[in-house]
């Protein structure tokens, strides 16, 4: 038989789940509400994103059904990043739907293509693929600080939203330089 996973599931992990208080019995339910430190990488690199560490506030049921055990609930968190607009900081709620089937040992395994379906090892489940899957698809891919947001000057860089509105920046065309600085000099001759 060949086995898809290489290493075993840590137990310690807090995204490691142990069924074994729900059985196998189809119909049998457990409730699950923690709070668990969030894995590296949760987000959009450089842009949004959970801080590693930060709080996954997880509210769960884990359901026993005749493939395996379905996990279901919400997960809340906070984001953090930068507005894509003047990169001011960004943090907000966000509130994720989470649905997953982890299909027992032995079960589905012969049809079902690589990555289609979640498995089962022995009485543990692994939530972390999934949540980062739910979670990464929820991230908003343009933050905004708010939605009004003017952004940046593209002469000087300071928010627009800082700046009176009759805020200007006087643009020569290169080519008159020279026009200019002839202009400059002969004024200050006078």
Known sequence: MDRKHTQRLDPRKPLVLDTRELGRRPGSMRALQT?????????????????????????????????????SGEVTTTVTGECSRCLDPVSELLHVRLQELYAYEGKGEDGDEEGEESHMEGDFLDLEPALRDAVVLALPLTPLCSEDCSGLCVDCGERLDDLPEDHTHEATDPRWSALQSLSNHLTEEK
């Open 35 to 71: 709070v668990v430190p969030a894995p590296a990488g949760l987000g959009i690199v450089d842009l949004i994103g959970v801080p590693t560490g930060g709080d996954l506030d997880l509210d769960l049921r884990l359901e026993s059904v005749m493939e395996g055990v379905l996990v």
